[in-house]
């Protein structure tokens, strides 16, 4: 648990970055720090492990000041990500992750080896261990940078807008990473942002910050998106927070249809018949596997569904993917509906407009009433993937610069490389 307690930041030219900040991280959650450029939520990160030192109040570290705690011990203990990895560019990827091990005094075989597991973890060839950094992608520099901050096993990382210098579709597969990686380890990690979506992506808990380092509103993701607490978060989460919202309502309560699932091998006449007035049918193999749609307007007089062309259709896994998810599934079909497929990609029935539309009306009533909470649809906040995004929401990163180590944030390292200059005089942030 990480409590900050009336902390506010203030440098000697009067500029106050953060402003009577009180708010708790709780422990092997993902809290995120959210807002525009100077609105204090990096200087909070830094805060914790003293890279900037508050200047009233307290930060809380399992009940223990930190400022109690002597910096290089205290960074020793905290993995610490940053923007562009980090890296120390003389050292081969395997000492790189091996650095916090061995300064904590680990023998040098059992840090390589922690290395070379975290590596694979993090999903890296491990033929990538004796290359340097500048020989690796930024997407796989970022991960390195992951790994050398869990090496010695820390309960607390800090991540500072860590995804935001790669491409759109690294950021997303390191975003996935992170998720996948927490499901096993149950850290306590704290995410700074200024990108909404891969705030309610990431975030078990989001804290939106306002310029001048006042905390605006934290909550889970689904109540943010539901109940913003004034006009400057409903502006900052942008006109199309009720889409973003339906991230976190699960698809499993949308009623189905099997009745509208047919062999390829079923004949046009019989097709016809079984459709009973709908206008679409959905074809699949022998497998129950979908295949496409079918007008049944356009269907002939003899022969088989398997002698037809078929129409691209799009699927959401039920009981697994959001409801975002499966209107995504509608937009990819020209019948405006879905295919509802389990785990295994076999179909299980479909989804019509009528269904997903009680589906849409049933979220529309629960706001302002629970927008959290565990259930079906109506507001039902989970934190597995699928095809429409995972229920906690979807997006990319953007992000502001940063140029010193990641890893644990050693002190003892960063002194000698001059990485103790990191986030000191960072007043915008």
Not at 85 to 109: C, M, Q, S, Y
Not at 119 to 141: C, I, N, T, W
Not at 255 to 282: H, I, K, M, N, Q
């Amino acid at each position: 648990m990480i409590t900050f307690n009336g902390v506010t930041k203030r440098y000697a030219d009067g500029t106050v970055a953060v402003d009577n900040l009180s708010l708790e991280v709780p422990t092997g959650e993902i809290t995120v720090f959210v807002g525009p450029s100077g609105c204090g939520k990096t200087t909070s990160l830094r805060m914790i492990n003293r890279m900037i030192d508050a200047t009233e109040g307290r930060i809380l570290l399992d009940g223990v000041d930190v400022k109690t705690i002597d910096p290089p011990t205290l960074r020793r203990g905290i993995g610490y990500v940053i923007q562009q990895a980090g890296l120390f560019p003389h050292r081969k990827i395997v000492d790189n992750v091996a650095t916090v091990p061995l300064l904590l005094g680990w023998e040098r075989k059992k840090a390589r080896d922690r290395a070379m597991e975290l590596l694979e973890r993090v999903g890296l060839d491990l033929k990538l261990a004796d290359r340097y950094p500048f020989q690796l992608s930024g997407g796989q520099q970022q991960r390195v940078g992951v790994a050398r901050a869990l090496a010695a096993d820390p309960p607390v990382l800090l991540m500072d807008e860590p995804f935001s210098a790669v491409d759109p579709i690294v950021r997303t597969s390191l975003q996935e990473e992170l998720l996948r990686l927490q499901a096993e380890l149950n850290k306590t990690i704290v995410f700074v942002t200024h990108d909404i979506d891969e705030a309610v992506k990431l975030g078990d808990r989001v804290a939106v910050f306002r310029v001048g380092g006042h905390l605006a509103q934290l909550d889970d993701p689904a109540t943010l998106l539901a109940r913003p607490a004034d006009d400057f978060v409903r502006e900052f989460l942008g006109r199309d927070r009720g889409i973003r919202r339906l991230s976190f309502v699960s698809a499993e309560g949308v009623r189905l249809r099997a009745d509208l699932l047919v062999p390829v091998s079923t004949d046009a006449a019989s097709a016809s018949a079984r459709a009973a007035g709908e206008p679409w049918l959905a074809v699949v193999d022998a497998g129950s596997r979908p295949l496409g749609w079918v007008a049944v307007k356009d269907l002939p007089e003899s022969g088989t569904l398997a002698e037809l062309e078929l129409a691209p259709y799009g699927t959401f896994v039920s009981g697994r993917d959001s409801l975002r998810g499966a209107l995504d599934a509608t937009l990819l079909s020209p019948s405006g509906n879905a295919v509802a497929v389990d785990g295994e990609g076999r179909a299980v029935g479909v989804a019509t407009r009528e269904a997903l539309d009680e589906a849409l009306a049933e979220v529309a009533g629960s706001v302002g009433g629970s927008a959290g909470g565990k259930g079906g649809v109506g507001g039902s906040v989970g934190s597995v993937g699928g095809s429409g995004g995972p229920v906690r929401g979807a997006g990319s990163a953007a992000g502001s610069s940063g140029s010193a180590g990641s890893a644990a944030g050693s002190a003892a390292d960063a002194e000698s490389t001059g990485l103790g200059a990191e986030g000191t005089g960072d007043a915008g942030e």
